[in-house]
């Protein structure tokens, strides 16, 4: 199981993840905002407002959430130069 050393939220329902081996990667999560639940998470400052669980990440109080391993499997790793 995965867990997340920091979460940065980024335009276009994006978020930056560093996981705990760390490696980085950007998440994009639009495939999960017509869903009723993500429906908050439309008002910018709701999503910016994501909080780091470690092993997911949570919205509004826990109302919203996605687990590290989700971001980890539709995330694309950040490439070093």
Not at 25 to 53: G, S
């Amino acid at each position: 199981m995965r867990f997340l050393t920091s979460i940065t939220p980024l335009d276009g329902y994006r978020l930056a993840c560093t996981f705990d081996n760390g490696i980085e990667k950007i998440a994009d999560i639009t495939q999960y905002m017509q869903a009723e639940a993500f429906k908050p998470l439309h008002n910018p400052n709701v999503f910016n407002n994501v909080q780091n669980r470690q092993y997911y990440v949570e919205w509004l109080d826990g109302e919203v959430d996605l687990t590290a391993d989700t971001l980890w499997h539709i995330g694309i790793a950040l490439q070093r130069v």
